[in-house]
């Protein structure tokens, strides 16, 4: 499979707002806007750090999986997402490896992208999501 740069690194927060102090205020990043997911309970902001970005994840409501993680562990990095040449065969190459997808088939991701879950148990500890496509 043909990975090119990281796509972006999740990271999960109790509040956007609160956050952006940080990462948009302090840190000084480009700040691309806030997006709501209601199928996902989240809302997300998306910085640009060179050709990678950050998202930033806050849970709408009980539903969402990050609400999961922020009770379990705190605020901290959700995943690691990897750009791929080609989401269906990377996912196959990986399955026929013995690692364990979370999707599958691909889902839709924003900005118009491809993309799948592969489980934290299986990729020492780091949940992965593969993108297929670029934004903008
Ligand atoms: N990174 C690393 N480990 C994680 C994790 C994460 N993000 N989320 C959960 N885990 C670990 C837990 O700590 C737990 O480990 P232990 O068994 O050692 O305690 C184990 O995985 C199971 O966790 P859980 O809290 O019981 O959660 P679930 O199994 O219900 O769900 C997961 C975990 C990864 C399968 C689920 O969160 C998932 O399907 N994620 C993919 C989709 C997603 O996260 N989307 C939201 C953000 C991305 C977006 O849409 O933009």
Redesign the pocket.
């Known amino acids: 499979m043909a990975v090119g740069k990281i796509d972006h690194v999740?990271i999960?927060v109790q509040s956007l707002e609160e956050a952006l102090g940080l990462f948009r205020d302090a840190l000084g990043l480009s700040f691309q806007g806030t997006e709501e997911?209601p199928d996902?309970h989240?809302k997300?902001a998306f910085l640009q750090v060179g050709e990678s970005r950050f998202?930033l994840?806050e849970p709408t409501d009980p539903e969402?999986?990050?609400y999961?993680?922020l009770q379990?562990?705190g605020e901290g990095?959700?995943?690691v997402a990897l750009n791929v040449e080609n989401i269906e065969e990377s996912m196959k190459s990986l399955e026929q490896k013995g690692y364990t997808l979370?999707d599958k088939t691909p889902k839709p991701?924003?900005g118009g992208t491809r993309?799948a879950?592969v489980?934290?148990?299986s990729t020492n500890?780091?949940?992965l999501?593969l993108v297929e496509g670029h934004h903008e």
């Open positions: 999740g999960a997911l996902r989240l997300v998202e994840l969402s999986t990050v999961k993680f379990k562990k990095i959700h995943h979370l991701g924003s993309i879950f489980h934290p148990k500890g780091v949940l999501e």
